[in-house]
């Protein structure tokens, strides 16, 4: 387990957008309170408010738990530094310091360490997992609502659609979706006795297979949004729910107190409404059947009321294209997945496992070994 330049560049990269994301998101509501939409200056903030502080409160719970289990006490400057929404930032802090040590001065030095010592590699892997897991977090909290407002408004106000917001709008589906695809790498990365996601055809195809997935959900979402936004927020209440149940059905052991784990399950609810992850470490095939199954149906429902529906509240020059692209990308996803898991899955050849072991198998104390897996 090697941490590597490549590691170190994607994490300069992460803190990079991260920062354009967040500039961008304060921005876009500043300009609707300056425009006079005040509704949807509300929106963009809460969106981005909820995501933030989610993500503070697992980095700060994190924290606290790496202290304890090296007998140290909980640093009330990390608290401070919580609460002023600078968790991410310090953790960025730590992993761009740890990698640069590891990959520019200790690369050539011996990998020999008892079990004692800390493995300087294993550590900025685990640093990089740990903020791979919060943009997890934030992508869907924050990201895929946000991409379904600003959407939901470009077309509210009947703006002609130019090549340069198609591409922004794809690209801002391609982020959500890509950290998704950096999130699996790091975390199988940072468990020893799982195989990795290597090579370029199969993080090309998981990636595919989000990105339509994705795509195809947040388009139905907003044409839902035309007909009844009540009826919307209704299925999406729905969705989250059953998502929250079956993350108690499981019983999740995430976090080590419970109003941390509770609040994980809420979390997770959130990620099912938008796409599967393997929330407990057992066999997919029938729960990701099942989903799937369900998000074309529902996907079909939504399209067939819009179609029945009065389409003076839509501009069929935009309803015929959007209908196709749902269609096609929905297709296209549940081909990319058939690939993924028949040909690229790094547990495709192993018979008789499931996608993770909630650490039966291997007695190692590591929170990502309780994590969403796929």
């Known amino acids: 387990m090697k ?3 490549s590691n170190f560049i994607m994490s300069v990269l992460g803190i990079i957008i991260y920062v354009i994301d967040l500039v961008v998101d304060i921005y876009v509501s500043v300009k609707f309170f300056h425009e006079g939409q005040h509704v949807f200056g509300i929106l963009t903030l809460s969106f981005v408010l909820f995501g933030t502080l989610v993500v503070q409160c697992f980095s700060y719970s994190w924290f606290k738990a790496d202290l304890k289990k090296e007998g140290l006490e909980s640093q009330h400057y990390f608290f401070l530094l919580h609460c002023l929404q600078g968790g991410v930032f310090t953790r960025y802090w730590f992993a761009l310091r740890n990698g640069f040590y ?12 008892t079990e004692e010592q800390t493995d300087p590699h294993k550590a900025a892997i685990d640093t990089a997992t740990d903020l791979s897991m919060l943009r997890l977090f934030e992508t869907y909290l924050e990201g895929c609502p946000q991409f ?7 077309l509210e106000h009947g703006q002609a659609l130019n090549l340069s917001q198609y591409a922004a709008i794809m690209v801002s589906c391609c982020a959500i979706s890509w950290s998704t695809v950096d999130y699996q790498v790091a975390l199988r990365k940072s468990l020893p006795d799982k195989n990795l996601l290597n090579g370029f055809c199969p993080k090309v195809t998981y990636l595919f297979y989000k990105l339509f997935t994705l795509l195809s959900w947040m388009l139905s979402v907003v044409l839902l949004l035309f007909v009844d936004v009540r009826v919307t927020l209704f299925l999406l209440l729905f969705l ?8 108690f059905v499981k019983q999740t052991q995430f976090c080590n107190s419970i109003t941390m784990e509770f609040l994980y399950r809420i979390v997770v609810g959130f990620i099912l409404v938008f796409t599967f992850f393997n929330i407990k470490g057992q066999n997919t095939r029938c729960p990701m059947s099942c989903y799937y199954i369900v998000r074309v149906l529902v996907t079909l429902g ?3 009321v819009f179609w029945v529906y009065p389409l003076s509240i839509f501009n069929l ?3 015929i294209p959007i209908t196709a692209t749902i269609m096609l990308s929905l297709l296209l996803g549940i081909v990319f997945l058939l690939v993924y898991y028949v040909v690229f899955h790094p547990n495709r050849n192993a018979e008789a496992k499931y996608d993770e072991v909630d ?3 291997v007695q190692r104390d590591c929170r990502m070994r309780y994590f969403l897996m796929e």
């Open 359 to 361: 650490g039966k198998l």
């Open 148 to 154: 379904v407002l600003q959407l939901f408004i470009l």
């Open 102 to 113: 590891v990959v520019f001065k200790h690369s050539n030095k011996a990998n020999n360490f």
């Open 317 to 319: 020059d935009y309803f």
């Open 3 to 5: 941490y590597t330049k």
């Open 302 to 304: 939504i399209l067939t």
């Open 240 to 247: 989250w729910l059953a998502g929250f149940i079956w993350a």
